[in-house]
């Protein structure tokens, strides 16, 4: 299935010169939406992994049914403010300023094995900071799945020599 005929895309949406990717066409086809999730199956079952992370909100779609799926724990990762507890934080630049990501730090333990779940990979910015979160808990790695993946910033490429990235769509942003 071409995951890519179910995503409108929007031009100049939401400024001038953003081509935006709308995943919510595709999770209105319950069909197409089963088979994004089976597929993620499918390549996150022989990573050996105990936890999904995804970031709000957009990865939650995608990373909720994935950790149900698979029997596995979810954590979520938020923006300031969000989440109870004791916090570890990290910060990021953006094209446009910076944002934070928060996680509670009793989530991850030393040895744990995650799969980050994200709805699209762009400038990294968001991906770095949640591998950091991680890893700086004691958390390894096992992967990392997308639906989107912007090529033009040539992120996964640089990525790719330390991570298992797989993606279900590329553009050209």
Same mark, same amino acid.
């Given at each position: 299935?071409?995951?890519?005929?179910?995503i409108? $895309?929007?031009?100049?949406?939401?400024?001038?010169?953003?081509?935006?990717?709308?995943?919510?066409?595709?999770? !209105?086809n319950p069909e197409?939406?089963?088979?994004? =999730?089976?597929?993620?199956?499918? !390549?996150?079952?022989?990573?050996?992994?105990?936890?999904? $992370? #995804?970031?709000?909100?957009?990865?939650?779609?995608?990373g909720? *049914?994935?950790a149900?799926?698979?029997?596995? /724990?979810? $954590? *979520?990762?938020?923006?300031?403010g969000?989440?109870?507890?004791?916090?570890?934080s990290?910060?990021?630049?953006?094209e446009?300023?910076?944002?934070?990501?928060?996680?509670?730090?009793?989530?991850?333990? *030393?040895?744990?094995?995650?799969?980050?779940?994200?709805?699209?990979?762009? @400038?990294? /910015? @968001? !991906?770095? #900071?949640? =591998?950091?979160?991680i890893?700086?808990?004691? /958390?390894?790695i096992a992967?990392?799945?997308?639906?989107?993946?912007?090529?033009?910033f040539? $992120? @996964?490429?640089?990525? !790719?020599?330390?991570?298992?990235?797989?993606?279900?769509?590329?553009?050209?942003?």
């Amino acid at each position: 299935m071409n995951f890519e005929d179910y995503i409108n $895309v929007y031009e100049d949406f939401p400024k001038e010169g953003i081509s935006f990717k709308d995943i919510f066409s595709l999770t !209105l086809n319950p069909e197409v939406y089963q088979k994004v =999730i089976d597929r993620f199956y499918e !390549l996150a079952k022989p990573l050996d992994a105990n936890l999904i $992370v #995804a970031t709000e909100a957009r990865g939650f779609i995608f990373g909720c *049914p994935l950790a149900y799926k698979m029997g596995l /724990g979810l $954590v *979520p990762v938020r923006k300031p403010g969000k989440l109870p507890g004791e916090i570890a934080s990290e910060s990021y630049d953006l094209e446009y300023g910076s944002e934070t990501l928060e996680i509670q730090k009793a989530a991850i333990k *030393p040895g744990d094995r995650v799969i980050i779940v994200d709805d699209l990979i762009a @400038t990294g /910015g @968001t !991906l770095q #900071a949640m =591998i950091k979160l991680i890893e700086n808990l004691g /958390g390894e790695i096992a992967g990392i799945l997308s639906l989107i993946e912007l090529t033009d910033f040539h $992120v @996964t490429d640089e990525l !790719l020599k330390d991570y298992n990235i797989s993606t279900l769509v590329k553009y050209n942003s």
